[in-house]
């Protein structure tokens, strides 16, 4: 097959756009990228990723076929149609058909942790193992899982919303509307809602800026601020129930953790995934394996190129 397809990452703060050349297989030599704050306007946004794509297609490398997108959910994927996304603030917003229609080719999308999840899977850091899951961490948290090469939806399309499980009741707001959720506590979103309750004022009491984003929290956290080291400890906590939680229902070979944060916290993942070989029976927490993502910021993107080539082959 030969031809060229479009993937998209539309992230809570970014985006990125590609362009691959088919097939897909050497993801990294055969791709070139674009990326831009995702505009809060959902037809700016579309419009700025169309742009993109026929930008990074109009090299005379080859006919565009067909596109994927990654994007937070929850998702209508037959229609297209991101039902909701909370830290975008978007609702019922036909992603798919306003790709298909300013690109006139057919595109597919999907919840941006299983399309990470795929991504990781056939290009990245799961190659040959089985299941295969995947755990993204930045402005919110979500998980995609892939059993025998194919991603695992859910019988309602929500599998895998391991963020949303609620650890205290009564704790902190959520962006889904409930209270004491996993990403409440160990997102970045939730860290950052986090910081600006705890030090209301601009300034912490020795003087010093107040964090105001989860990088400012673990930063406090590292020079022993006792109230960082607090949000950080429940945060450690809140991302091992996700972990064991995905061990426990999912048995899986591998889980690849991604996202921004995720990413550039490793010292952080790595303590969670001791945490969580606690909260494990025995058997489980023995196979537990907890690998950061290969393929980097581009396991969604790298999975909305597969997700796209797959499409062509259904066609």
């Not at 297209?80 to 975008?88: A, C, K, L, R, T």
């Not at 595109?107 to 941006?112: G, S, Y």
């Not at 964090?211 to 930063?219: E, M």
């Not at 949000?231 to 064991?244: Q, R, S």
């Amino acid at each position: 097959m030969t031809g060229l397809v479009g993937a998209v990452d539309i992230g809570a703060s970014k985006t990125l756009v590609a362009v691959v050349g088919l097939p897909i297989s050497d993801w990294h030599m055969r791709r070139r990228v674009i990326r831009f704050d995702t505009p809060r306007d959902p037809t700016e946004c579309v419009e700025r990723v169309a742009r993109a794509v026929v930008e990074l297609a109009g090299n005379g490398m080859g006919e565009l076929l067909a596109v994927g997108c990654g994007t937070p959910g929850p998702l209508d994927r037959q229609r297209g149609v991101v039902i909701h996304s909370p830290n975008q603030g978007w609702r019922d917003v036909p992603i798919g058909p306003w790709l298909t229609e300013r690109l006139g080719v057919p595109a597919v999308i999907d919840d941006d942790a299983r399309t990470g999840a795929i991504g990781e899977a056939v290009l990245g850091a799961g190659v040959g193992a089985d299941p295969v899951a995947y755990l993204t961490i930045s402005s919110g948290i979500g998980s995609g899982s892939v059993l025998g090469g194919r991603l695992h939806h859910g019988a309602h399309g929500v599998a895998g919303e391991v963020g949303h499980l609620v650890l205290e009741p009564g704790g902190p707001r959520c962006s889904c509307g409930n209270r004491g959720c996993v990403e409440a506590y160990a997102s970045g979103s939730g860290l950052g809602r986090r910081a600006r309750l705890t030090w209301r004022g601009a300034t912490m009491p020795d003087g010093r800026l107040a964090p105001r984003s989860a990088a400012d929290v673990f930063r406090a956290a590292l020079v022993g601020d006792a109230d960082a080291r607090r949000l950080v400890d429940e945060a450690a906590e809140a991302l091992a129930l996700a972990l064991a939680s995905i061990a426990a229902t999912l048995d899986p070979e591998l889980i690849v953790v991604g996202g921004s944060l995720g990413l550039a916290q490793g010292r952080f993942v790595r303590r969670a995934a001791t945490i969580a070989r606690r909260r494990c029976m025995r058997e489980a927490a023995e196979h537990l394996r907890v690998l950061p993502a290969a393929l980097g910021a581009e396991s969604v993107l790298a999975g909305s190129a597969v997700l796209a080539e797959a499409l062509i082959a259904r066609e």
